[in-house]
Structure formats: structure tokens, C-alpha cells
């Protein structure tokens, strides 16, 4: 599941000399994360980024259609990944993989053991890191829930519940989503519930509440050295997983387009990146950074 283990940095290596640790521990110690520059040449620092995961929807579903004038404004005003994909069927190793690298192991939909794992992942970077992170989750019962599911709130869209080195409590309800962006963390996710991804409901549906949700961000951001993703998890199966993913905010070019075939592993390389992490989780470490778009 996990593969060969990756190369170890010298920062690795320095760490494990300093505690005494023998050159075979010090490799068991890098495990799966491969040291990186902080940011590639082709990438900005933004001072935020939000990611939101919708569902279950192909690019031709979304791009161009009049049921989702909000998201095709944003694709206007920033920037759309014309050949972006998920990377398999059904949704929950999706956002594993977006999240970790790997699925962890989880194929299917069903509910698991909480912090199963303590794979490297986008948070247990940016928390080892000195940086900060939070998931805002739609209908989550209670700050720090691991109930599976509550009316049309389904943990399988929340994958930070899988990992031991992610506090629960950095998985907030989606009424805790800040007013002052200020105060919003380096990197965060937010994650709509059942009807308002898109799952269950429209595609009208989901374009609004993004809207209702991340209108004020959005605006925000564009002048704030700050990022909206607007992504999904698969398509509708008859797409060949060919995703929506639109990018906006100040340190994105405005109107821009990427054709360069993009999937989860890439884009959480590029966040990883964004947020000026020395490492990667999982098969980020072998992807590439989103380029081509962002502002000069």
C-alpha cells in the first residue's frame, strides 16, 4: 500500500545524526516524505488558501453549464484546469488521496476505525510545520465528531478523520467558518454536506451554496494574497473522471486556462507547495506542481 520508502532528505538525516539515531533508523524515521524545496520557482505564497470539495460531477457537467453561473464566474476571474481528474471510483479514496497521496488502504465507501492511520498528510505537514490548518465541515454534528453519518452529513467526504497525527479538533463545523479571513488558518478545507455538494442535490444547488458560503472569501482573496480551489472528488463515471477544478484569488491570473492533464496527487503537491511545505505525503512527492496560471 505504502510502496517503497522515499529518499531521505539531508534535513532527515541532520535530525537523526543530532538525536543519536542510526543511519537505518534515520531512513525508517523519513518514511514516506521526501524533503523539497519549499516553494517551486513557478509557485506563489499566498496567505491562504481554502480548498472545497464538491461531488460526483463531470467537467462538462459544471464548466459552461447555466445550472453553475457562480463557479463558471470564478473560472472567468481566475483560473480553469481544463484537463484535471480524479483519480478512481467510488468517492472516499478520492479524498483520501487529494488529502494523503494514497488511499490509505480504503476502497470503498464504508466507514472506518477514526485515526486508523498516521500516514504523512497536508495537515501533520502544516502542523509539524509551525503552520495551521482547520476543515470546516458541513452538518458535522459537533466540532471534533467522528459519527459516521448524520442526516446528510457523511464522514467518508471528511478524510482527516482516518489519521492519528490530525487532531479531531481541527474539524469544525461549517458555522465556525470565519468572518475575519484574517484569522483563517494557512490551508483549510471546507467540505459541504450530502444535497450542497452536489451528492444529492443539483448542480444549481451547490453552485448557490457556494455562492451563500464563499462569495465574501472569494472577493476577498482577490485582494488579499489569498486562494479559493473549487474542486471535485470524481465524476459522474462517464467522463473518464475528468473533474471541474478552478482556481481564483489575487496570485492567480485572471482568465487563465491550464491544459496540462492534472489529478488529486498534483494538487496536493501544489497546496503543499503554496503553503511553502519541505515535504510531500504519499504520491505527491512524484507529482507535479499546478503551473501556468499564477500571477507574476
Same mark, same amino acid.
Given at each position: 500500500m505504502f510502496g517503497m520508502p522515499l529518499p531521505m532528505?539531508?534535513?532527515?538525516?541532520?535530525?537523526?545524526?543530532?538525536?543519536?539515531?542510526?543511519?537505518?533508523?534515520?531512513?525508517?524515521?523519513?518514511?514516506?516524505?521526501?524533503?523539497?524545496?519549499?516553494?517551486?520557482?513557478?509557485?506563489?505564497?499566498?496567505?491562504?488558501?481554502?480548498?472545497?470539495?464538491?461531488?460526483?460531477?463531470?467537467?462538462?457537467?459544471?464548466?459552461?453549464?447555466?445550472?453553475?453561473? @457562480?463557479?463558471?464566474?470564478? $473560472? =472567468?476571474?481566475?483560473?480553469? !484546469?481544463?484537463?484535471?481528474?480524479?483519480?478512481t471510483h467510488p468517492s472516499q479514496p478520492n479524498y483520501l488521496q487529494l488529502f494523503s497521496g494514497s488511499h490509505q488502504g480504503v476502497t470503498g465507501d464504508s466507514c472506518y476505525t477514526p485515526g486508523f492511520s498516521s500516514a504523512p498528510n497536508l495537515a501533520s505537514e502544516l502542523i509539524a510545520a509551525g503552520k495551521s490548518w482547520a476543515s470546516y465541515n458541513e452538518t458535522l454534528p459537533a466540532q471534533g465528531s467522528t459519527t459516521c453519518s448524520s442526516g446528510n452529513y457523511a464522514r467518508k467526504h471528511n478524510p482527516w478523520f482516518a489519521f492519528s497525527n490530525v487532531p479531531t479538533s481541527t474539524a469544525k463545523t461549517m458555522t465556525q467558518f470565519p468572518t475575519d479571513f484574517t484569522t483563517l488558518p494557512k490551508v483549510s478545507f471546507v467540505v459541504p454536506n450530502?444535497?450542497?455538494?452536489?451528492?444529492?442535490?443539483?448542480?444549481?444547488?451547490?453552485?448557490?451554496?457556494?455562492?451563500?458560503?464563499?462569495?465574501? @472569501?472569494?472577493?476577498?482573496? $482577490? =485582494?488579499?494574497?489569498?486562494? !479559493?480551489?473549487?474542486?471535485?472528488?470524481?465524476?459522474?463515471?462517464?467522463?473518464?473522471?475528468?473533474?471541474?477544478?478552478?482556481?481564483?484569488?489575487?496570485?492567480?491570473t485572471a482568465g487563465s486556462t491550464a491544459s496540462t492533464t492534472y489529478n488529486h496527487y498534483d494538487m496536493l503537491r501544489t497546496l503543499e507547495g503554496l503553503a511553502g511545505l519541505t515535504t510531500h505525503a504519499g504520491n505527491a512527492a512524484t507529482a507535479k506542481d499546478i503551473t501556468g496560471i499564477w500571477a507574476s
Open positions: 532528505s539531508r534535513r532527515g538525516t541532520a535530525l537523526a545524526t543530532a538525536f543519536g539515531l542510526t543511519v537505518a533508523a534515520a531512513a525508517l524515521w523519513a518514511g514516506t516524505v521526501a524533503a523539497q524545496p519549499a516553494h517551486a520557482a513557478a509557485l506563489p505564497a499566498p496567505d491562504h488558501v481554502v480548498v472545497v470539495v464538491f461531488e460526483n460531477h463531470a467537467y462538462n457537467q459544471v464548466i459552461g453549464s447555466s445550472s453553475a453561473p @457562480y463557479i463558471n464566474s470564478l $473560472k =472567468t476571474g481566475g483560473a480553469n !484546469l481544463t484537463n484535471s481528474y480524479g483519480i450530502l444535497c450542497s455538494d452536489m451528492h444529492d442535490c443539483s448542480v444549481g444547488t451547490g453552485d448557490t451554496w457556494l455562492k451563500n458560503n464563499l462569495k465574501a @472569501y472569494a472577493d476577498w482573496a $482577490k =485582494t488579499h494574497n489569498s486562494v !479559493l480551489v473549487v474542486t471535485f472528488d470524481e465524476d459522474n463515471r462517464l467522463a473518464g473522471n475528468k473533474i471541474p477544478t478552478v482556481l481564483y484569488g489575487q496570485p492567480v
